[in-house]
Each structure stands twice: as C-alpha cells, then as structure tokens.
C-alpha cells in the first residue's frame, strides 16, 4: 500500500488493492505480502473523510467497493501474508485479519477499535477476528474496541509472529511464503476456502443488507457529528 500518509482506504485505494488481487489471480501468483511504504503506519483503516457528508451514490459505491475487495482478499488461491510495521486500526487491522499469516514489528497498535469511535465493526469485520482470536477473545476486544500492542496481539494471537523491524518482518514474510510454496495448489486453496466458505457467504448473501445497515447507519445526524469531531481531533493532533 501507498498511500500517504497512512494509507486511509478510500474508493479509489479499494479500488486499486481490489484490481492488484485480480491481476496476481490472473498470473497464477504463488503468494502476497501486504505491506506499507509507510514507516510507521500499516493502514488507518477506512478513510474517515468518504464517510463525511458523502453524497448517497458515492457512499454506496465506498461500501461496495470495500466489500469487493475484501471479499477477493479473504479468498485469494494464493497464500497472503501481513507485514505489519505500522499501526493497523480498524479496516487497517481487517487487511492484516484477512491474510492468512501475520508477522508484526514492536511498538505498534493494533485492533478493530470502532466502538471507541462511536461506530460498530460489521458483522464481517467481526468474524475475522473471531476467526483468528476465538469467541472469548473477539467478544472482548470488540466490545470495547480494544487496541492491542505487539505483546498482547501476539499473546492473543492475533499475529504469528514479532520481527524486530521492517526488514525483519518482510523477512518472515516471505518465509512463511516458502513454508507453503511445496503445498499441492488444489489441496491447499480448498482447504483454506472451506475454513473461509461461512464468513464469505455470510457477507456475499447478505451484500445489500450489509450496505443498508452502512448507509443508514452513516447518514444519521448525531454520526455525521461524532465522525465531524473525531476528523478534527485527528487534524489537531498533526497540526
Ligand atoms: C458503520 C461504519 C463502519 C465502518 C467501520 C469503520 C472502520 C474504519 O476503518 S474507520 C477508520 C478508523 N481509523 C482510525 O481510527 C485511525 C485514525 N488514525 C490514527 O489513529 C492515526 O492517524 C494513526 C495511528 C493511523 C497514524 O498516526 P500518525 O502517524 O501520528 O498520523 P496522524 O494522526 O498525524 O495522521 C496524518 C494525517 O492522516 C489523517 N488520517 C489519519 N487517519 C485517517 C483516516 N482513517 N481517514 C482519513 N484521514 C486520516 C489525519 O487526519 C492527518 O491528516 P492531516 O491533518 O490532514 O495531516
């Protein structure tokens, strides 16, 4: 990912990650590390300014370009990798749940924080973590919206591994990437699609629910406010 200066996710990044998955499809690509040209960040997650005032055809599109995305993400053939040597909130930590191995560097944060913003993880975002950390934990963490550091993320799970640094971390990446380049193709994709098959389903037969819930959900005057005041607590603090 590049896209400075965190990497937000708005419709034409989701755009761009959603056609470089096609095309790696396309070329038989053996394996993917997700990574940043950022030093610090991961990704931001979803870019807060498309969900700002957006017109009502625009935020449909940001949605289902998100949910497009991910959805080839999470059911790639090939095997994916995190390298995360940045912070990952929210649909930052989403991209890092959604590979199938997750390598991490010290001192960053990492979680699906949404309700400390006054906004729910979708249901999906949800089982991703529920499907790397268990019920219990999942439950927990997203409930109160809970940002790990490096040691908690690897003591719960939710990352494999802790690589000193960036070029460390991009190191084991492509290790575990080795680790499965022997694996019979077949074998290996249908197996991954059969522990993957219930959360995708749930998200492709209920795509337009998921939207109404989104839109609906966006458009509400007391969440425009809240997204409005969290915009500016963020340009204050870099300003
Ligand atoms: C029903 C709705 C469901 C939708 C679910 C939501 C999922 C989401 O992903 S919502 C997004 C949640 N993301 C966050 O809360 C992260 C917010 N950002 C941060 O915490 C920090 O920026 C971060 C730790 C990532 C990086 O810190 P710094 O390196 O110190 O950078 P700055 O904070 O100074 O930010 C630089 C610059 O980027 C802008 N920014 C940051 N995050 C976002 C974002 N998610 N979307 C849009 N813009 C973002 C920030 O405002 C600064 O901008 P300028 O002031 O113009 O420089």
Not at 95 to 109: D, F, Q
Not at 130 to 148: S, T
Not at 206 to 233: C, M, N
Request: glycine content about 6%; some cysteine.
């Amino acid at each position: 990912m590049n896209r400075p200066p965190v990497n937000s996710l708005n419709t034409e990044h989701l755009e761009q990650l959603h056609r470089a998955l096609v095309r790696l499809e396309n070329e038989k690509c053996r394996g993917m590390i997700l990574s940043s040209s950022s030093p610090t960040v991961f990704s931001a997650g979803l870019d807060i300014r498309e969900m700002y005032k957006p017109e009502l055809e625009k935020a449909r599109k940001f949605w289902r370009t998100l949910q497009d995305m991910w959805l080839k993400l999470y059911s790639t053939p090939y095997p994916t990798v995190a390298a995360i040597h940045g912070h990952a909130p929210a649909g930052g930590c989403l991209l890092a749940l959604s590979c199938e191995y997750r390598v991490i560097v010290p001192n960053v944060k990492i979680g699906l924080n949404e309700t400390q913003l006054g906004i729910v993880a979708p249901q999906w975002f949800q089982d991703c973590m529920r499907n790397v950390i268990g019920e219990r934990q999942a439950e927990k963490a997203l409930i109160a919206g809970h940002m790990f550091n490096t040691e908690q993320a690897l003591q719960v799970g939710l990352v494999d591994e802790v690589a000193a640094d960036k070029a460390a971390c991009i190191a084991r990446a492509e290790a575990f990437l080795a680790s499965q380049a022997n694996l019979p193709l077949l074998a290996r994709k249908t197996v991954k699609l059969g522990f993957r098959n219930s959360t995708l389903s749930r998200l492709m037969t209920g795509r337009e629910a998921d939207t109404k819930i989104f839109i609906e959900y966006i458009f509400q005057p007391k969440v425009q406010k809240g997204i409005e005041l969290y915009l500016q607590s963020l340009s204050k603090k870099s300003g």
